[in-house]
């Protein structure tokens, strides 16, 4: 399947905004942002809720007593 | 006295022995490059702060020290440029927003300090994505200082979010600079602007004085024009920083003198980066690197990278910290001031995302980091290309939606950027050649601690190369 930056510009964008930007189509009033940002931040939690962690998994940070 | 327009792109060692040799004084060259910063510096809106009278006064002190024989090390009179994260005492830091514009701090980043110390100079500083873009942004424009033009193509975007930083190396303002990266803010404005970038691996170098976004992603770096400058400058930047409390207290060493022979590293790629991912007017310049890295040696093994939600992954951490970071500007209703509508409804999300969703997130995160330990078992690092193609037009908007539905499961090494950052990797940002009259590059990634076999490869393709030697048409 050829798949190309202008076509995955959402998925692949040129920052730390990439897992953020949606596949809709761009809002424009500011509740309308707001609200596809949640919708965005809804989803991405959706995928990780998807993911398996076994219990013994700790987070990846560190705390140094 | 003339300057000869080639100094502008001279490399670190070239300067140095021309430094050394009182061929040129430490003055002559940091006037030379403080009119040219602050010439051509707005022609695309690079430069966030000149800094020229302070720069004046180190240089004629590094000239003393020149003159005396008091020599400290290959950066000493070179002049360089900091992202507008980097606090400079007494001169405002802005973040590239306008809620914080008229900001001062009254200590320097350790970076700048550390800079300092070995007798670099400190010539502006330069133009970024507000915030670093970590609410996510629709377009370029989103600065304070206005979208970063690309000196290939004034129409293009130079990338983000250390787009000055990119730009004013390519455009021969100054040496080297200093960016930062959370999540590709230093791998796509150095492929952007055809020149060589360096992510170090996350806590060598100290971030204290530098804007947080995500204590846990951010990391800075340099972007020169070479592999060997940017191994000159991590190892003036890095090192232990009690200031710092994600610093690794290490040191960096650059070492190319002790670097493996090219032909005993092994390379982990995914063809169908290059021949199906990459855009169709690019893939012929990656097709020719990947001949060049072949020829010099290098065994180049097809390899997957561990799958997971890279970009859910990070999206979750980064919100949950910068939300937390800037919780007062969220809640204060300062985020307002923001330039980009999508940035500012990014970060009023963000506060609200659930607690579970980051630590589900930063438990993955450590299965990614095993995953990837046991990838480097395999091979030494890995390969793709920094971007698809060459920069986008500077107008484009970033969340246009694609045309068609993302496949199911990632291709390639699609999300290698995520997947670097979340796990801590150094990565490696090295011009390869053109997609029409724009800079395509090549990024390499590699397990934590090895930036100088990074660099060992950087060097053998660029002694085999003269992309990085290329300039922009009228600079």
């Not at chain 2, 020149?195 to 020169?224: C, F, N």
């Not at chain 2, 029409?436 to 601690?449: F, R």
């Amino acid at each position: 399947m050829k798949i190309t930056r202008r076509k995955l510009a959402a998925a692949v964008a040129a920052s730390v905004t990439a897992p953020l930007l949606a596949q809709a189509p761009a809002p424009r009033t500011p509740d309308q942002e707001l609200q596809a940002a949640r919708d965005r931040m809804k989803s991405n939690g959706d995928k990780l809720a998807a993911q398996s962690v076994p219990m013994s998994t700790e987070p990846a940070f560190q705390f140094r007593a | 006295m003339a300057v000869s327009e080639d100094l502008f792109f001279a490399t670190i060692p070239e300067l140095n022995v021309m430094l050394t040799r009182l061929e040129i004084s430490a003055v002559e060259l940091t006037r030379a490059f403080t009119a040219r910063l602050e010439r051509l510096g707005p022609r695309y809106n690079a430069l966030a702060l000149p800094l020229t009278p302070q720069a004046i006064r180190k240089a004629e002190e590094v000239e003393k020290d020149i003159k005396r024989a008091r020599l400290r090390g290959p950066l000493q009179g070179i002049p360089y440029g900091a992202k507008d994260l980097l606090s400079y005492a007494n001169q405002p830091t802005t973040w590239g927003a306008k809620p914080y514009a008229g900001q001062v701090f009254d200590y320097n980043a350790t970076v700048v300090d550390k800079l300092d110390s070995v007798g670099a100079i400190l010539t502006g500083k330069l133009a970024m994505i507000e915030l670093a873009g970590g609410g996510g942004y629709r377009f370029a424009s989103a600065s304070l200082t206005g979208p970063c033009l690309n000196p290939w193509d004034r129409t293009c975007w130079a990338g983000g979010s250390s787009s000055g930083s990119a730009a004013a190396v390519a455009a021969g303002l100054v040496t080297y600079a200093i960016g930062s990266e959370t999540s590709g803010s230093i791998v796509t404005p150095a492929s952007f602007c055809g020149v060589t970038g360096l992510r170090p691996t996350y806590g060598l170098v100290s971030r204290h004085g530098a804007m947080a976004l995500s204590w846990t992603l951010d990391k800075l770096g340099p972007i020169a024009h070479t592999a060997e400058d940017c191994g000159l400058v991590l190892q003036a930047i890095a090192g232990k920083d009690s200031r710092d409390p994600g610093s690794a207290g290490k040191s960096f060493y650059y070492t190319p003198q002790y670097a493996r022979p090219v032909n005993e590293i092994k390379v982990g790629y995914a063809p169908v980066d290059f021949t199906e991912r990459a855009d169709p007017d690019a893939r012929a310049a990656f097709a020719t690197a990947l001949g060049v890295l072949k020829d010099a040696g290098l065994q180049l093994v097809e390899t997957r990278l561990p799958n997971f939600p890279y970009g859910p992954m990070l999206s979750a951490i980064l919100a949950a910290e910068e939300a937390s970071v800037f919780e007062d500007l969220i809640t204060s209703g300062g985020v307002n001031q923001l330039a980009d509508a999508l940035q500012i409804a990014g970060l009023k999300a963000a506060i609200e995302l659930p607690a579970r969703n980051y630590m589900r997130a930063m438990r993955l995160r450590r299965l990614a980091q095993q995953e990837f330990s046991r990838v480097f078992a395999e091979v030494d690092m890995l390969l793709t290309f920094g971007e698809e193609g060459g920069a986008l037009k500077v107008d484009y908007a970033l969340d246009t939606p694609p045309p068609a539905p993302p496949p199911p499961e990632p291709i390639g090494f699609q999300g290698i950027v995520p997947a670097g950052n979340l796990a801590g990797l150094p990565a490696l940002v090295l011009p390869c050649g053109f997609a029409g009259h724009l800079p395509v590059a090549l990024q390499l990634a590699g397990a934590p601690y090895s930036e100088n076999t990074l660099l060992a490869v950087g060097r053998a393709f660029q002694s085999r190369t003269d992309w990085h030697k290329r300039r922009p048409p009228g600079v």
